[in-house]
């Protein structure tokens, strides 16, 4: 049995936003990097979970919209966002519009709480690594490899 790293005390590394007061995280070696939001070109026909497309330096990020992936919610139009851009690891190229960007959190593994695999059936549920306690509030740790398969799953019930 291996003996903690001094990385291993702190924890992850977690990418942190707010969608609609409910504050959410993602495992950091997946972000690419976080950006303002820039003109997005819609995809017609695309699932409600997709805002559309971004031309990052020359690339074409597919953006999925938070609001409508993890909330079931719909972003208004006059809503502005930012965005948490992936690496090609989590998936191909693509970025979640966010509300707000938090900040980067260290998140030990006695912290989290998995989620009830009773509930997996649930596309949010899917979605969820587990929830961890920190001092500040309760934060949901989203799994970005999960984004895409269940932006184009289908509806979303909770």
Do not use: K
Request: charge should be negative; hydrophobic fraction near 45%.
């Amino acid at each position: 049995m291996s003996q903690p790293t001094s990385t291993d005390a702190a924890g992850e590394l977690y990418c942190t936003f707010w969608v609609d007061q409910q504050w959410f995280g993602v495992d950091a070696q997946y972000v690419r990097e976080v950006h303002a939001v820039t003109n997005l070109t819609p995809v017609p026909g695309a699932p409600a979970a997709v805002a559309g497309y971004v031309n990052l330096r020359g690339q074409l990020f597919l953006v999925l919209d938070a609001r409508e992936l993890l909330l079931g919610a719909v972003r208004r139009m006059h809503d502005s966002g930012q965005l948490v851009v992936f690496r090609a690891t989590a998936g191909e190229l693509f970025a979640l519009l966010v509300d707000t960007l938090a900040d980067m959190r260290h998140v030990s593994g006695d912290q989290i709480d998995s989620p009830e695999a009773n509930r997996l059936d649930n596309v949010y549920e899917t979605l969820t690594v587990g929830r961890a306690r920190m001092e500040d509030g309760l934060l949901t740790l989203i799994d970005p490899r999960q984004l895409l398969p269940a932006a184009f799953a289908g509806s979303v019930n909770r």
